[in-house]
């Protein structure tokens, strides 16, 4: 497993339940753990494969997981407002890679607990839905994404 550096102060599970209430969204147990622990910060290593469509498998890396806290850098509360049009609305941004595109969490359905890579050069033009073209899959669960994380070479 990664080791995560840089994390905001801790959090709580009333913070959490609060944030769940603010979205209207449960969020899976495994990343509910995370924010306790960690809230934020940057994974060492920090590279893991997604696969777009029936593409071959090409490597992203995190260059921090966002944080649940009142701080204006990389606060999920502020991405969650800032993306909610232009990613799946059974999704949530948890983290982003350098170049702006996010790593997503399902939180319903059958990618409940799944995490995804939302690539931002791929995006709906604006006025346009979201949809998943976008999308490419990560891993079944977060504690799966989180072990995944190898060195970019």
Request: include cysteine; charged fraction near 25%; glycine fraction near 8%.
């Amino acid at each position: 497993m990664a080791k995560i550096v840089e994390s905001e102060k801790n959090t709580t599970c009333k913070e959490i339940e609060q944030f769940e209430a603010l979205i209207g969204q449960i969020l899976p147990d495994d990343y509910k753990q995370f924010l306790l622990l960690h809230n934020g910060g940057t994974p060492k290593p920090a590279g893991f494969y997604f696969t777009l469509k029936d593409n071959q498998p090409e490597m992203a890396m995190v260059a921090w997981f966002l944080a649940l806290y009142e701080g204006e850098d990389e606060n999920i509360t502020d991405d969650f407002y800032s993306f909610k049009d232009r990613i799946p609305n059974n999704m949530l941004a948890v983290a982003r890679d350098p170049g702006g595109s996010l790593i997503l969490l399902g939180l319903q359905g059958d990618n409940k607990g799944k995490v995804f890579f939302w690539l931002r050069e791929l995006e709906a033009e604006d006025g346009e839905p979201a949809t998943y073209d976008n999308v490419a899959f990560v891993a079944n669960s977060f504690n799966e994404f989180l072990d995944s994380f190898i060195e970019v070479e």
